[in-house]
């Protein structure tokens, strides 16, 4: 059965997705999860959420998903280490000597391919399976024709964004939100902290949605260049998907309001159960779902737009001096 897989950027948003539905959880320890501090959780944090979620019959993940230096695989793994004790359902990476010497150390651990590995051929997915890697996020450009042909040739686990955010580039590999600031701090641990890096485990400052102008020399070519950030919402695809055999069906929103994102994973959680009991054969119709789904998307996107100005606004201010 195709399993929904929730944000929690907090111990009451553990709980929020939980009650409405999640089969499983994604939080991120502070430092090394692309968010924002506020949004990650300590590891005493994750060790309460890994029992909130067993509690509620869901699986607890824990994203270690930014780009490592050398110095910083050992805490990394120390971290593993605990977590697994705790037990932990698994890991999502994007590192690739990371998660080769995460498989070394824990083989049994279900470690998770990020979406920021960019993941768009089998010959890739055939790779990170040699390095221990049993689910791929399938990058947000593969169509369901591309999807079908990796699920028949290869057996790996398929995981694909339903509720998310486009990058003009490549998700997970934003090498623009340092354009007006970049903060480089240590954590007690050795782990640095690069505030508007979110590869290296630092917030990101979406800059890419200033307004932006063309130039070449002092011939402005172009008034207004909208690099794209769009959401996207695969409403009309979830039932082909599940038919598909897809293994988990992904929401992001770990920085959006507790009640708001309680209220997401519900919305799909009802729409997934709702397909999955209608019989079979006959036409499934999403007309009451898409005016539900219109509610969310705008309450969804006035938190986004908020967050966006006012990370914009703190990308301009001056980096503290020592």
């Known amino acids: 059965m195709v399993e929904l897989l ?6 009451p948003m553990v709980e929020a997705v939980v009650a409405n539905g999640a089969n499983a959880i994604y939080v991120g320890p ?9 949004y990650e959780l300590t590891d005493e944090d994750v060790r309460e959420a890994i029992a909130m979620a067993h509690a509620g019959g869901a699986k607890l993940r824990a994203a270690i998903n930014t780009n490592m230096q050398s110095h910083e695989i050992p805490p990394m793994l120390r971290k593993m280490e605990r977590f697994v004790t705790w037990g932990v359902d698994g890991a999502i990476m994007t590192d690739i000597g990371a998660m080769a010497e995460v498989h070394r150390r824990f083989p049994d651990l279900t470690i998770h391919a990020s979406i920021g590995a960019n993941i768009l051929n089998n010959e890739d997915v055939g790779f990170y399976r040699s390095i221990g890697v049993s689910q791929v996020v399938a990058d947000t450009k593969l169509t369901l024709r591309e999807l079908a042909s990796r699920k028949e040739q290869i057996d790996v686990g398929i995981e694909i964004l339903i509720h998310a955010n486009y990058c003009y580039t490549y998700l997970g590999k934003c090498w623009m939100s340092p354009y007006h600031r970049l903060e480089r701090t240590t954590d007690p641990s050795g782990k640095d902290q690069f505030k508007g890096s979110p590869n290296r485990g630092g917030l990101d400052y979406r800059v890419c949605l200033e307004s932006w102008e063309l130039y070449s020399g002092a011939t402005r070519w172009e008034d207004r260049v909208a690099l794209k950030n769009d959401a996207f919402f695969l409403l009309e695809d979830i039932p082909h998907l599940i038919d598909l ?3 988990c069906l992904k929401i992001q929103g770990r920085e959006y309001p507790v009640p708001l994102v309680g209220e997401m994973v519900r919305f799909y959680r009802d729409l997934i159960d709702g397909y999955l009991a209608h019989p079979k054969g006959q036409s499934f119709d999403l007309t009451p779902w898409r005016d539900t789904l219109a509610r969310i998307e705008a309450e969804r996107n006035v938190a986004r737009s908020e967050g ?15």
């Open 6 to 11: 929730a944000p929690a950027g907090n111990l």
């Open 245 to 247: 055999g897809v293994h």
């Open 30 to 38: 502070r430092g090394w999860s692309r968010r924002r501090d506020r």
């Open 308 to 322: 966006t100005r006012l990370l914009l606004i703190e990308a301009r201010q001056p980096v503290p001096t020592a």
